[in-house]
C-alpha cells in the first residue's frame, strides 16, 4: 500500500489512486461479513470479559470504576480454587476419554447391517435431542434415595440397601460427582457415535479387502485400517467435545449445584456461583477459564498433530 | 494453517457463547409518564410459600391483584413466582441485568438499599399503612440507605417463629415420655428412634434455609452471627463447639438423614409429615404440610432445646417486601398496590392460608382471637431473636452460610465459619 501511495503522489493522477484503493478494498465486499460477525460475536465480547474482570462492581451490577488486578488476587486467594481447577481437570479427561471410547464401539456396532438398525439410530438421538438440564433432573430423581429408580433396580439385586447413606449418591462429593460425569458421559455418546459412524462410512471397502487378501486379523484390520482412517473424524469429536464438556454447567448445576460445599464444583460451575458473591471475580475466572480452553485445545492439537495428513 | 486457524476460531465463538450471552442487558421499562392515569405494568418477584397446587402463591396474589385491577384498572401487576431456593439468586441476575421488579417480597434488604436502589417506604405507603405495621418488626426493615440515614426500606410482609417438633407416635413407641429439653437429649432421642429404623433427627443445611437451622443451633449455646456490640462474630468458639457437636453427636453416629449438608428444609418437612423423622425444627409453615402428610395428628411442637435448657428467645424471620426505584413513573402505582396489598384481609387470608405471622397490628390482633392455634406465636415475636438483616453484609453472608455451612458437619467446623465470616466482614 505505501508504494501505491507514494507513487500517487509522484504525479500519477488521482483518478488512478482511488481506482487501485477501490480494487485493494474489493475483496472486502467478500470478507467483510465475515470479519464483522468476528468482531461482533468474538473479538468484543473478549474485549468485554477483559474490561469486567479488571473492574470493580457492585454485588448488583453497578460500575465502581477499574481495580486493576484485585479480581484476580481475590481469585487465586479462593481456597476452594485449586480443588476446583483439579476436579476441571479430571471431569474433562474422564468424560472425553469415555465418551470416545464408548462411542467407537457403539459407532462400529451401528455400522453393521442388522434388523432395525434405523430404529435403533433413530434412538440414538434420543439422548442427544432431549435438554441435557432435562435428562439431569431425570437421573436426579431416579438417584433419590430411598425411591429412585436406580436404587430401586440396584437394591433388587442386592447391589445396595435403597435407604442406606450409600444410596444418597448426589449428597457425597466422591458418588455424586462420578454420576454427573456418567450423565455427561451419556449425553455426549450420540453426537460422538454419529460423527464416528459418518467417519466409518468414508472408509473405502477396498481397503478391508486389501487387508483381508493380505490375511489381517480383525483385530489387526481395526487397530492399523479402520482406526487411521477415522482420524479425521475423532480429532473433531474429541475437539468439540473436550469444549463442550469444559464449559458444561447444567448436569451439575442440576444435580448437585456444585454442592456439598462447591466439591462438585468445575470451573463453569463455580463462576456461576461466584457471580452471585462477586461479579469481577467471576469474570476473572471467566478469562482463567476462556485461556485454560484456548490451550487446552491447542496443545491437543499440536500433540496429536492434526493437520499432518493435510500437509502430507 | 487456515484449517488450524478456522478450528481455533470456531472454538473461540463456542466458548464465548456464554459470556455474550450474560451481557445482554434487557432496554428497561415503559416510558410512560407518572401518575396512575396512564396505564402502567409493575411487577412483582415474589417467593412460593405453598407446598402444592392447591395452596400455590401465585393464588393468593392472583385474588389481590384482581381486585386491585378492577379498582385502579390503569394499574397491571405481573406477578412472578420463584422457588426459595433461587429466588436470591433470581433477584440478583434481574439486577444485574438492568431488569429489576418493581417490588421484590422474600429476603433481605439492606445492600440494595445501601447502593440506592431502594424507595424509602415513606416516599412509597402512605401514613397509615406504615403505622398500622408492627412497631418492633418494622423497626427491623431500618437500615442506612445511600445517603447515610437511618430510614424504613424494608416494609415487613409476613413474620414466622420457629419451634421444635417431634413425632408423637415415634416417641411413644421408643419409650420417650418428655420432649427433649437440652442437646443431649435430643441425642438420646434419636438414637433411640434410630432404632426402629426412622431418621432420629432432620438437619436441613442446605442451600434452602442453611442460615436458619444454623442460626437456631447456635443460639442454643450462646452464639448467633453477631455478638452483643453488634459484631460479626460467626466463627466464635462456641459456634465452632456448636457445630463440632453436630458432627461428633448426631451427624458422625448416623442420628440424622444420610449428608445433612445437601438436604432441603421443604424435603425434611415431607418427610417428617410423611412419619420417617422423628424430630425436625419447624415453623408455622410446617402446618399446612403435616395436613398433607400421613402422620394425622401425631405431632406435638414444643420450645427449641440448647446445649443446658429450652431457647428463651425463640428465632423469629421477617420477610420484607423491597421496592425498587428503577422506573420512577411507576412509583405511585406500586404506593398503590402496596396499601391495597397490605390491608387486613390479605393479610389474614395469607397467614391463615400458611398459618404463618402477620405483620400489621389489626391483622395480629384479629388473628390471635380468631386463630387460637396462633396466638402463641403471635404473642411471642416481641421477645424473638432476628436475622442481623439490617446490615448490608447479611445478604452475602447469608448466601454463603447457605453455599458451605453443610460442609461444617463433615469437614474442619473452624474453616468452614471463617470463610463465612470472611464474607461477613468484607468491605464492599
Same mark, same amino acid.
Given at each position: 500500500m505505501?508504494?501505491?501511495?507514494?507513487?500517487?503522489?509522484?504525479?500519477?493522477?488521482?483518478?488512478?489512486?482511488?481506482?487501485?484503493?477501490?480494487?485493494?478494498?474489493?475483496?472486502?465486499?467478500?470478507?467483510?461479513?465475515?470479519?464483522?460477525?468476528?468482531?461482533?460475536?468474538?473479538?468484543?465480547?473478549? %474485549?468485554?470479559?477483559?474490561?469486567?474482570?479488571?473492574?470493580?462492581?457492585?454485588?448488583?451490577?453497578?460500575?465502581?470504576?477499574?481495580?486493576?488486578?484485585?479480581?484476580?488476587?481475590?481469585?487465586?486467594?479462593?481456597?476452594?480454587?485449586?480443588?476446583?481447577?483439579?476436579?476441571?481437570?479430571?471431569?474433562?479427561?474422564?468424560?472425553?476419554?469415555?465418551?470416545?471410547?464408548?462411542?467407537?464401539?457403539?459407532?462400529?456396532?451401528?455400522?453393521?447391517?442388522?434388523?432395525?438398525?434405523?430404529?435403533?439410530?433413530?434412538?440414538?438421538?434420543?439422548?442427544?435431542?432431549?435438554?441435557?438440564?432435562?435428562?439431569?433432573?431425570?437421573?436426579?430423581?431416579?438417584?433419590?434415595?430411598?425411591?429412585?429408580?436406580?436404587?430401586?433396580?440396584?437394591?433388587?439385586?442386592?447391589?445396595?440397601?435403597?435407604?442406606?447413606?450409600?444410596?444418597?449418591?448426589?449428597?457425597?462429593?466422591?458418588?455424586?460427582?462420578?454420576?454427573?460425569?456418567?450423565?455427561?458421559?451419556f449425553v455426549s455418546i450420540p453426537f460422538t457415535s454419529y460423527t464416528v459412524i459418518a467417519g466409518l462410512q468414508?472408509?473405502?471397502?477396498?481397503?478391508?479387502?486389501?487387508?483381508? %487378501?493380505?490375511?489381517?486379523?480383525?483385530?489387526?484390520?481395526?487397530?492399523?485400517?479402520?482406526?487411521?482412517?477415522?482420524?479425521?473424524?475423532?480429532?473433531?469429536?474429541?475437539?468439540?467435545?473436550?469444549?463442550?464438556?469444559?464449559?458444561?454447567?447444567?448436569?451439575?448445576?442440576?444435580?448437585?449445584?456444585?454442592?456439598?460445599?462447591?466439591?462438585?464444583?468445575?470451573?463453569?460451575?463455580?463462576?456461576?456461583?461466584?457471580?452471585?458473591?462477586?461479579?469481577?471475580?467471576?469474570?476473572?475466572?471467566?478469562?482463567?477459564?476462556?485461556?485454560?480452553?484456548?490451550?487446552?485445545?491447542?496443545?491437543?492439537?499440536k500433540v496429536s498433530k492434526w493437520n499432518s495428513e493435510a500437509d502430507a | 494453517m487456515k484449517r488450524l486457524a478456522t478450528l481455533a476460531a470456531t472454538g473461540l465463538a463456542a466458548s464465548l457463547v456464554l459470556s455474550a450471552c450474560s451481557s445482554s442487558k434487557s432496554s428497561g421499562g415503559s416510558s410512560s409518564s407518572s401518575g396512575s392515569s396512564k396505564p402502567v405494568t409493575i411487577t412483582l418477584l415474589a417467593p412460593n410459600y405453598g407446598s402444592g397446587t392447591a395452596d400455590d402463591s401465585k393464588n393468593y396474589w392472583g385474588d389481590i391483584i384482581t381486585a386491585f385491577e378492577a379498582k385502579y384498572p390503569n394499574v397491571k401487576v405481573q406477578l412472578q413466582e420463584a422457588t426459595w431456593d433461587n429466588l436470591?439468586?433470581?433477584?440478583?441476575?434481574?439486577?444485574?441485568?438492568?431488569?429489576?421488579?418493581?417490588?421484590?417480597?422474600? &429476603? &433481605?434488604?439492606?445492600?440494595?438499599?445501601?447502593?440506592?436502589?431502594?424507595?424509602?417506604?415513606?416516599?412509597?405507603?402512605?401514613?397509615?399503612?406504615?403505622?398500622?405495621?408492627?412497631?418492633h418488626v418494622a423497626q427491623l426493615g431500618q437500615t442506612k440507605g445511600q445517603d447515610g440515614q437511618q430510614a424504613q426500606y424494608g416494609i415487613p410482609f409476613t413474620t414466622s417463629t420457629r419451634a421444635f417438633f417431634y413425632n408423637t407416635q415415634l416417641f411413644q413407641q421408643a419409650g420417650i415420655t418428655t420432649a427433649p429439653q437440652t442437646w443431649a437429649d435430643v441425642a438420646a432421642d434419636a438414637a433411640k428412634i434410630k432404632t426402629l429404623g426412622k431418621t432420629g433427627f432432620g438437619l436441613p443445611l442446605g442451600s434452602e434455609e442453611a442460615q436458619a437451622e444454623t442460626y437456631l443451633w447456635t443460639l442454643g449455646n450462646g452464639g448467633g452471627y453477631k455478638d452483643a456490640s453488634g459484631k460479626w462474630d460467626i466463627n466464635s468458639p462456641q459456634n465452632v463447639q456448636t457445630f463440632q457437636w453436630l458432627t461428633d453427636n448426631l451427624v458422625k453416629p448416623g442420628l440424622t438423614e444420610p449428608d445433612p449438608g445437601t438436604k432441603d428444609r421443604t424435603d425434611l418437612w415431607k418427610d417428617f409429615a410423611a412419619g420417617n423423622i422423628g424430630m425436625i425444627n419447624g415453623s408455622p409453615?410446617?402446618?399446612?404440610?403435616?395436613?398433607?402428610?400421613?402422620?394425622?395428628?401425631?405431632?406435638?411442637?414444643?420450645?427449641?432445646? &440448647?446445649?443446658?435448657?429450652?431457647?428463651?428467645?425463640?428465632?423469629?424471620?421477617?420477610?420484607?417486601?423491597?421496592?425498587?426505584?428503577?422506573?420512577?413513573?411507576?412509583?405511585?402505582?406500586? &404506593?398503590?398496590?402496596?396499601?391495597?396489598?397490605?390491608?387486613?384481609?390479605?393479610?389474614?387470608?395469607?397467614?391463615?392460608?400458611?398459618?404463618?405471622?402477620?405483620?400489621?397490628?389489626?391483622?395480629?390482633?384479629?388473628?390471635?382471637?380468631?386463630?387460637?392455634?396462633?396466638?402463641?406465636?403471635?404473642?411471642?415475636?416481641?421477645?424473638?431473636?432476628?436475622?442481623p438483616s439490617s446490615d448490608p453484609n447479611w445478604d452475602p453472608a447469608s448466601q454463603k452460610v447457605k453455599d458451605i455451612v453443610g460442609k461444617a458437619v463433615t469437614s474442619d467446623p473452624k474453616g468452614v465459619l471463617d470463610q463465612i465470616q470472611a464474607v461477613a466482614t468484607a468491605s464492599n
Open positions: 505505501t508504494t501505491h501511495t507514494e507513487r500517487g503522489r509522484l504525479g500519477r493522477p488521482r483518478p488512478a489512486l482511488a481506482r487501485s484503493v477501490l480494487s485493494g478494498l474489493a475483496p472486502l465486499a467478500w470478507i467483510g461479513p465475515a470479519i464483522a460477525l468476528i468482531a461482533f460475536a468474538v473479538l468484543w465480547p473478549v %474485549v468485554k470479559m477483559v474490561q469486567s474482570s479488571t473492574t470493580h462492581w457492585s454485588r448488583y451490577g453497578v460500575n465502581l470504576g477499574s481495580n486493576g488486578t484485585d479480581n484476580y488476587n481475590k481469585l487465586f486467594k479462593e481456597q476452594d480454587l485449586s480443588g476446583v481447577l483439579e476436579r476441571t481437570g479430571i471431569w474433562v479427561v474422564v468424560v472425553v476419554t469415555l465418551t470416545m471410547v464408548i462411542s467407537l464401539g457403539v459407532a462400529q456396532l451401528f455400522n453393521q447391517k442388522f434388523p432395525g438398525r434405523t430404529v435403533a439410530r433413530w434412538a440414538l438421538i434420543a439422548p442427544w435431542a432431549a435438554s441435557v438440564m432435562m435428562t439431569a433432573i431425570i437421573f436426579k430423581w431416579m438417584l433419590y434415595p430411598g425411591y429412585g429408580f436406580i436404587n430401586i433396580i440396584l437394591n433388587d439385586l442386592g447391589l445396595v440397601d435403597r435407604n442406606s447413606n450409600t444410596a444418597d449418591w448426589l449428597g457425597h462429593s466422591g458418588s455424586g460427582f462420578m454420576w454427573e460425569m456418567a450423565v455427561a458421559i468414508t472408509v473405502p471397502a477396498e481397503v478391508y479387502e486389501a487387508a483381508k %487378501v493380505d490375511g489381517a486379523s480383525k483385530v489387526r484390520t481395526y487397530f492399523s485400517v479402520t482406526l487411521p482412517l477415522l482420524r479425521p473424524a475423532l480429532l473433531v469429536a474429541t475437539v468439540i467435545n473436550v469444549m463442550n464438556v469444559f464449559n458444561s454447567f447444567p448436569i451439575i448445576w442440576e444435580m448437585t449445584k456444585g454442592g456439598p460445599g462447591y466439591d462438585t464444583a468445575t470451573t463453569t460451575v463455580f463462576m456461576w456461583i461466584l457471580k452471585g458473591q462477586n461479579i469481577g471475580e467471576s469474570a476473572a475466572l471467566s478469562m482463567v477459564n476462556f485461556a485454560l480452553i484456548i490451550v487446552i485445545v491447542f496443545a491437543f492439537l | 436470591a439468586t433470581k433477584l440478583t441476575t434481574a439486577l444485574q441485568n438492568n431488569d429489576a421488579p418493581d417490588l421484590f417480597e422474600g &429476603g &433481605g434488604y439492606a445492600d440494595v438499599a445501601a447502593q440506592g436502589l431502594l424507595y424509602k417506604a415513606s416516599d412509597i405507603v402512605s401514613p397509615q399503612t406504615l403505622s398500622n405495621l408492627i412497631p409453615a410446617l402446618l399446612p404440610i403435616l395436613k398433607e402428610g400421613t402422620i394425622g395428628s401425631n405431632f406435638k411442637s414444643s420450645p427449641i432445646p &440448647g446445649k443446658t435448657g429450652t431457647l428463651s428467645t425463640p428465632l423469629g424471620v421477617a420477610d420484607f417486601i423491597e421496592a425498587f426505584n428503577s422506573h420512577p413513573d411507576h412509583k405511585t402505582a406500586i &404506593g398503590e398496590f402496596l396499601d391495597f396489598a397490605l390491608q387486613k384481609q390479605y393479610q389474614e387470608k395469607f397467614d391463615n392460608l400458611y398459618d404463618l405471622l402477620p405483620a400489621t397490628q389489626d391483622a395480629a390482633a384479629d388473628l390471635s382471637a380468631s386463630n387460637p392455634a396462633l396466638k402463641p406465636f403471635i404473642d411471642a415475636l416481641p421477645t424473638a431473636a432476628w436475622y
